[in-house]
């Protein structure tokens, strides 16, 4: 990327929705070929807040929503309801059509709307207010009808860049719209799916944040089942495009579902585009000014690209999980440290993780730092560390400070790390990127793992360092999201015991792990081993000679 960094101008755009006769069915507008921003493109009705938006006249014409609240659903500290503002305005200037109400909360009559039209042209080239509108035919925006849906932002590099939030609206009765003819040359009502197929075809051209937003809407058989939708979605999470290059220089764009989107996010906060999105083993990558990460060469299945090592300070060194015993590896980080490593930390004694402990301390002098290994499990079995870490534990660093947070359950002796200035939480195998992590009894247990999971969402991490694979944002959502998954799969651990009576374990697992590939299960059997556990010791489940019966189902939820 190159040239001055342009900073995204704050818009809104409603999808309006209706029902057609094969269901659900979009308004959407052609922009022209000589509009500055997506020529040609096939867009939702929208654009950017205009001062008007913010004046305290139009916020006295949205009824039912205040300005505390609309900044709340949009997680603002204020301002929030000149984006409801601007949505209902720009349904008007560029489709004709008027997401109004009357005193009374009555819709507007569908010819008293054509009557309005002509008032479309002065609006869209600033002679006349959206208030003033509102104002002079006493009508109001409701505030509940537009439902907060999406939130995109244009990637660095654009000429034009947008912070849009994205709304969506049932379109009122008797209101067909239409094209202003001005920026927007053709309008069509069409089913998301219909659009998608067209875009497919190369018929139409309709860029990520729409093709995203109606693929989301293609699921659903009405309209009202598209709204229940988006009311219940509750926080909505920024996409964000950024740019980053790979390996060979070439620039590659990421959005929020692909796995190294927040990591670009965390190393480059300026969007500069520069930062490579590839996990090279062997080769350092510069996560920020107090952290770098070098992979160990050794992937495999359950390592993904390889074991992270993280050198954390400046004038001093922490590492945090030396590795596997590579020695290219283990020469690696100590030409990284260049002679600042004071301290190896390890999280957990597999045999991925803590082996290279004893001769990067031969070559460096550092202090081991981390719990004793367990009996049971694929452990280290030379690794005894210099001094044995407590839960709530701080290792000061010239200018950071790491904090130890005792996390059993994939393993008895693990511990995450907190770097308390920037809230970059280092955890090991208890949280890693892309996939679920394997609990193995008798050292791993299923009933501490959760527990661990539930105290590390307290934490209140900025982002997630995990032992393989790339930097994980959304942190206590993430957690969230693998507590649910792990409870999810227990209640298919008893739903599967009561449909077959008293199955054995074996029999349980093609049942209870039915989504994932036959050559996982020798894997899953582990956890399922974990899960059964569990259940017998809180007496929702009853072993005997080896075959489990179900005493009462599990909570929901």
Not at 325 to 350: K, N, P
Not at 437 to 465: F, H, K, N, T
């Amino acid at each position: 990327m190159s040239g001055a960094r342009i900073e995204p101008r704050p818009a809104a755009t409603v999808i309006l929705v209706r029902d057609g006769a094969h269901g659900p069915e979009v308004l959407l507008l052609q922009r022209s070929q000589g509009s500055a921003f997506l020529p040609g493109a096939y867009v939702f009705p929208g654009g950017a807040l205009d001062a008007a938006d913010r004046d305290p006249r139009a916020a006295r014409r949205v009824a039912g929503l205040t300005d505390a609240e609309a900044s709340a659903k949009l997680g603002l500290s204020s301002g929030g309801l000149a984006f409801w503002i601007a949505a209902a305005r720009e349904c008007f200037e560029e489709a004709g059509i008027l997401l109004a109400v009357d005193g009374a909360g009555r819709p507007v009559a569908p010819e008293r709307v054509a009557r309005l039209a002509q008032l479309r042209e002065p609006m869209n080239a600033g002679r006349l207010a959206f208030a003033e509108l509102l104002e002079a035919e006493d009508l109001y925006v409701p505030g509940a009808a537009l439902v907060y849906f999406a939130h995109w932002i244009t990637a660095a590099g654009r000429p034009r860049r947008f912070d849009t939030r994205f709304f969506l609206a049932l379109a009122p009765a008797g209101q067909q719209g239409a094209h202003d003819a001005s920026e927007t040359v053709h309008s069509v009502w069409i089913a998301p799916r219909e659009a998608l197929a067209r875009y497919e075809r190369e018929e139409i051209e309709i860029i990520f944040p729409t093709r995203a937003s109606l693929a989301d809407l293609a699921r659903f058989g009405s309209a009202a089942a598209a709204l229940a939708h988006a009311r219940a979605l509750g926080d909505i999470e920024v996409d964000a495009a950024v740019w980053a290059l790979d390996h060979e220089g070439s620039a590659r764009l990421f959005r929020r579902t692909d796995p190294p989107y927040h990591e670009i996010h965390w190393s480059d906060p300026e969007e500069t585009g520069k930062t490579c999105f590839v996990i090279q083993p062997g080769v350092p990558k510069r996560l920020d000014a107090r952290v770098t990460r070098l992979t160990a060469p050794n992937p495999g299945v359950m390592t993904g690209p390889g074991t992270n090592t993280y050198l954390v300070g400046t004038d001093e060194i922490a590492v945090i999980d030396p590795g596997p015993a590579i020695e290219d590896h283990v020469r690696r980080i100590a030409e990284l440290g260049a002679g600042r490593i004071r301290w190896i930390l390890v999280t957990h004694t597999h045999v991925d993780h803590s082996p290279a402990a004893r001769q990067l301390k031969a070559l460096t002098g550092a202090q081991v730092l981390g719990r004793p290994r367990p009996r049971h499990g694929h452990q280290d079995p030379d690794f005894v560390p210099d001094r044995v870490l407590e839960h709530g534990e701080r290792i000061a660093l010239a200018g950071a400070t790491l904090r130890a947070i005792h996390t059993p359950g994939h393993a008895s002796n693990h511990l995450c790390y907190m770097l308390e200035e920037t809230r970059m939480l280092f955890t090991g195998d208890h949280v890693m990127q892309g996939s679920t992590v394997v609990i193995d009894p008798p050292d791993g247990d299923m009933r501490a793992y959760l527990e661990s999971l539930e105290a590390l969402a307290r934490e209140g991490a900025a982002i997630l360092a995990p032992g393989h694979g790339y930097l994980i944002g959304n942190p206590t959502k993430e957690i969230r999201r693998l507590v649910a998954h792990r409870l999810a799969r227990e209640r298919k651990v008893c739903d599967a015991i009561a449909r077959l009576g008293a199955p054995s374990a074996e029999e349980l697992l093609p049942a209870v792990y039915d989504d994932v590939h036959p050559r996982i299960h020798p894997v899953a059997a582990r956890s399922l081993a974990a899960h059964l556990d569990k259940l017998v010791a809180e007496g929702a489940v009853r072993a005997s000679n080896g075959r489990y019966s179900l005493v009462r189902p599990p909570p929901a939820g």
